[in-house]
């Protein structure tokens, strides 16, 4: 029997109250009338307004836009058959490097990273620009692709796979019929994260952006050392209620995904 | 071997080779050459056309100049340490706070949990800099946290917290709070009630139940996000940038700095090398504890 006790309560408002007023001041101000961040002047969206005439936010966005939508999709093909070679691969020459390679970009500061892949770029004679930060945010998010993808891996019953091949499918067919649909859920949501780590990226892009390729991170970074701006928390907003509604509609959708499967499961054992 | 198994096995490898594992060999060769003025500042660069002899060339001409400039140079020394007291610190902080959270969210009934648990997530997903960005206006001068203290009456000059170390701790406790939160929940949520009842059965006060029982059972939580929140902390970068003033030394800060505004290239590999080597100590420590579980569980 758990009670509720005040201390409880407490840690609770206290914890959750921590995370959520920044964020919640910041979305209020975001609709205030003057260009003072911290006094309310009364209620206008004129800031949302001027957003969306700044060409250079706009260029950014696009910029943003695409290099995540390229690199969160390399990063889930490859991420999904690197976590195929860890949990199905067997044994093969070089296992141990490859796991260590999936796994050190997740502890590495973003920093080395950035510098790393900068140094790489210049000794291979490959200019920077979108291309680039692609590569870049293509490599680190692909390893915690693989970490999401491979952990639903190992969790399913291998049998079925086995039962598909049984039944004469070749190897790629088993995948695609059996395998890819049960861990889709799995590559989907590596693919969103692999999305918003990209959009959320400043270090690494910083490093391996050129000077026509500025992404929104690296935009807002500019302009909040020069000082908060109201204009900044309307960006802010925006890419934070998005944001919010994807991950709410992912978590709703998968749990209801993994619901159906269950049941359908059940049914045909029964 | 399949022909299809190979493809599988040689294209992320390869990627991974060519972007994860090369790109860092450079940086430790870098870390190794002289500044120039010149592009890339620095020499020398492998000819690969000069063949076996260039490549001897090459390798005589690598020292642990920059290295040694760093052992010499008084602000590298205090930027390390000050790097390590900062993340332990932090950490400790996070700790502090993260773990009546993460009691709280266990002892919350059943049908609550999960959406807790997901609104503690939500933070995580949302842009890391948009969040650092929000604590600006809370910890400012004219901020709110100021605005508010003042209102209470509890102070009647705003404080200095922006641009300090203490901006620095708070940064760092919100940003990683959740990497805190969530492992230490997922062990006290397996936490059987019975075994409180039980050392209280035999005699336990509730203290002593509650530290004997659920302190002991929730330490791989607790160890896993002390990790968690230690190692990003100590190359963290946004947090010292815009939160930090300039008189906090930390060593992504540094490495930025030299690279962008000092353009000194090799200084700045061999920051980042023995960064590096400061982290693996607390990985591999890290690893041995996952490791240790994980043979426990089964």
């Known amino acids: 029997m758990r009670k509720t006790s005040w201390f409880n309560v407490v840690s609770l408002t206290t914890g959750f109250a921590f995370l959520y007023i920044p964020i919640i001041i910041l979305v209020i101000f975001s609709f205030n009338k003057s260009k003072l961040v911290t006094v309310w002047a009364g ?48 044994r093969f020459f070089g296992r141990t490097l490859f796991t260590g390679m999936i796994y050190a970009p997740l502890v590495m500061p973003e920093v080395i990273t950035g510098l790393s892949l900068l140094l790489l770029f210049i000794a291979i004679g490959l200019d920077r620009g979108a291309t680039t930060i692609v590569l870049a945010h293509a490599t680190f998010s692909m390893c915690y692709v693989s970490v999401v993808v491979s952990s639903r891996l190992s969790t399913f019953d291998q049998s079925l796979e086995e039962a598909a091949l049984d ?22 949501s590596g693919w969103l994260l692999a999305f918003t780590l990209s959009l959320d990226d400043l270090v690494i892009a910083s490093f391996t952006a050129g000077p ?22 309307a960006l802010s907003s925006i890419i934070i209620g998005l944001v919010t509604i994807g991950v709410l509609t992912a978590s709703i959708a998968s749990k209801r995904a993994i619901r159906r499967q269950q049941i359908e499961e059940r049914r045909a054992i029964g | 071997m399949t022909l299809s198994k190979r493809l599988l096995i040689f ?46 060339d090459f390798l005589s001409k690598l020292d642990l100049e920059n290295f040694v400039f760093l052992a010499e140079d008084d602000l590298y020394w205090k930027t390390f340490l000050s790097s390590l007291q900062i993340a332990v610190i932090a950490t400790l902080l996070t700790l502090l706070v993260g773990f009546p959270f993460a009691y709280a969210i266990a002892q919350a ?17 949302t842009s890391f800099l948009i969040r650092v960005y929000a604590l600006i206006g ?8 100021n605005q508010f203290l003042m209102w209470t009456g509890l102070i009647s000059e705003p ?31 397996k936490l059987d009630g019975s075994l409180l009842e039980a050392a209280q059965d035999l005699g336990c006060t509730r203290f002593q139940a509650f530290w004997s029982v659920t302190i002991h059972l929730a330490k791989p939580g607790v160890i896993a996000g002390c990790f968690l929140v230690f190692i990003p902390t100590l190359g963290e970068f946004v947090i010292p940038s815009l939160l930090g003033g300039a008189r906090t030394l930390m060593i992504g800060k540094v490495l930025w700095e030299e690279f962008f505004s000092n353009r000194d290239w090799p200084v700045a590999s061999a920051v980042a090398v023995i960064l590096l080597l400061i982290l693996i100590v607390p990985i591999v420590l890290f690893q041995r504890s ?9």
């Open chain 2, 138 to 145: 809370i910890l400012s001068n004219e901020g709110f946290l």
């Open chain 1, 43 to 90: 209620f206008s969206t004129k800031w949302y307004g001027e957003l969306l005439s700044n060409e250079a936010f706009l260029d950014a966005a696009w910029v943003t836009l695409r290099v995540g939508l390229w690199s969160s999709t390399i990063a889930t093909v490859l991420g999904t058959m690197a976590a195929l070679v860890m949990v199905r691969g067997g």
């Open chain 1, 167 to 188: 039944l004469g499918c070749t190897a790629f067919d088993a995948f695609k019929s059996v395998t890819l649909p049960i861990i889709a859920p799995a590559v989907a």
């Open chain 2, 159 to 189: 404080l200095a917290i922006l641009n300090t170390d203490i901006a620095v701790y708070i940064g760092i406790v919100y940003a990683y709070l959740p990497f805190m939160v969530l492992p230490i929940y997922a062990t006290l949520d």
């Open chain 1, 212 to 233: 026509s390729s500025t992404t929104l991170p690296i935009k807002i970074y500019s302009s909040v050392r020069l000082g908060v701006s109201p204009e900044i928390n």
């Open chain 2, 11 to 56: 294209v992320p490898y390869a990627w991974l080779l060519a972007l994860f594992l090369v790109p860092f060999f450079i940086v430790v060769k870098i870390a190794l050459s002289d500044y120039a003025i010149s592009i890339p500042p620095y020499t020398p660069t492998f000819d690969l056309s000069a063949g076996w002899a260039g490549f001897v």
């Open chain 2, 109 to 125: 009934p059943s049908e609550w949990r999960p959406s807790l648990v997901l609104l503690v997530i939500l933070p995580f997903w």
């Open chain 2, 290 to 298: 996952e490791q240790r579980l994980r043979e426990q569980n089964q």
